[in-house]
């Protein structure tokens, strides 16, 4: 500083303005000399440190590269050429010395929290963070470093130490408590979330009260995203998910198989016992041909042993459309290369009602794909409804417009 002053009086400057311009040349070349400075920092970055990360076998250093944790790092350098130069200047030392310190807070800010960006997307390219998503914990850190962080830089300002500046937060506890209270609410739902392996993403839930019914997309510490169906995004409350009751579908995509549970409605004026010409036609079809063998016999023999008159067919046993159309459908499902073979399976009759008998199919298709799953179900009951005839049976349907118009022609035709 003395130098440049005695060079400007040199050049014929008074000493009382060498004095004030000495001080803006020096101010000139520190601020020149910390650009140059950061300029060079972030060449090495770009140029060592970004061919070191990318020839190197290791994924983590890339993400690192990618959150730009090292080009913020050399923002350091500046801070320390104004941190070393602040002698230079003894009546602002102090402020000098607090600016540079509270750049160097804010500097550590900003990489930490670049940090901490990098290190969720870490965390996401192991199979687990789709069990255990960490990004609800990786907002508590960062909420809790702007704070100690914010807290820091006043007290540097203000040449006060931390501890009492967080001693006096305790007295507004009720006030933060009430501006945080969707994020405190929200980290315990996390921990509940994560420790009981409630949802995780990739899940498929069901919402109704949200308005949600798909695939959840992302967890953080205050929402659960769901892509609906219809491509659409659902935000819930992280919360909610304890709060109140959602359907994940998760064990049924774990099973491999997706249940298949609906209904025909059966008139219940085509049911009726089974003729021989009935059953002697049903002995043709490939999947009753045992059956019916092992159904007489067996019937036979229990009227037989119990001195039944078999010529009234309200008498003893008998072998019913329904029953024979049930043992069809039964072993037709037992025999379909879609149909999963190692869970329930089942045939049965509901309770009968104003619109027939319901035979009810409950089976489940080994596959979870959604459309593949709705194609064996149609292609199924289009089987069902087409064979249902041929057992002397009639599916239930209320009358048509089409169905009037032939009752009146027949009418008509009558009289």
């Not at 350098?77 to 003894?90: K, Q, R």
């Not at 045992?290 to 001195?307: C, K, P, S, W």
Request: charged share 20%; glycine share 6%; with cysteine.
């Amino acid at each position: 500083m003395e130098f440049i002053r005695e060079q400007l009086i040199k050049y014929g400057v008074s000493a009382e303005a060498s004095a004030g311009l000495s001080n803006a040349v020096m101010i000139a070349l520190i601020a020149l000399l910390a650009m140059i400075a950061n300029w060079i920092a972030k060449r090495i970055v770009r140029d060592v440190v970004t061919r070191i990360v990318r020839r190197n076998r290791f994924q983590w250093d890339d993400i690192l590269l990618e959150r730009r944790v090292f080009q913020r790092l050399s923002h350091i350098v500046p801070a320390l050429i104004m941190y070393y130069s602040a002698p230079l200047f003894p009546h602002a030392e102090a402020l000098i010395v607090k600016g540079a310190v509270c750049y160097f807070l804010i500097v550590g800010i900003v990489v930490l929290n670049a940090c901490l960006n990098a290190a969720d997307d870490i965390y996401r390219t192991y199979e687990i963070s789709k069990v255990k998503p960490i990004r609800g914990y990786i907002q508590v850190a960062k909420i809790f470093l702007f704070l100690v962080g914010g807290v820091a830089v006043i007290a540097a300002l203000i040449g006060e130490s931390p501890i009492i500046l967080l001693s006096g937060l305790g007295a507004l506890s009720a006030v933060l408590m009430l501006i945080f209270k969707d994020s405190i609410l929200g980290l315990v739902a996390g921990v509940q979330l994560a420790s009981n392996d409630m949802v995780r993403v990739g899940d498929w839930i069901e919402m109704p009260k949200y308005h949600a019914d798909g695939d959840v997309i992302d967890i953080s510490l205050h929402t659960v995203k769901v892509r609906n169906f219809d491509k659409t995004i659902t935000t819930i409350p992280s919360y909610a998910l304890i709060s109140d009751s959602f359907r994940n579908w998760r064990g049924m995509q774990s099973s491999g198989g997706r249940r298949i549970k609906r209904a025909i409605y059966i008139d219940a004026s085509s049911i009726s016992f089974c003729t021989p010409e009935m059953l002697e036609r049903f002995r043709g079809i490939h999947f009753l041909e045992d059956y019916i063998e092992e159904r007489q016999r067996e019937i036979e023999a229990y009227n037989a042993a119990h001195r039944i008159d078999t010529t009234v067919k309200v008498n003893g046993r008998q072998m019913t459309n329904i029953g024979v159309f049930r043992a069809y459908v039964l072993n037709y499902l037992k025999r379909h290369p879609r149909i999963h073979q190692e869970m329930t399976l089942l045939v049965r009759q509901l309770a009968p009602g104003e619109h027939g008998l319901p035979l009810e199919v409950y089976a489940f298709a080994n596959t979870v794909v959604w459309a593949e799953y709705e194609t064996i179900q149609a292609d199924l009951f289009d089987h069902i409804f087409a064979v249902a005839p041929e057992f002397g049976l009639r599916v239930f349907q209320n009358p048509t417009g089409h169905d009037l118009q032939n009752a009146k022609m027949e009418r008509v035709r009558a009289t």
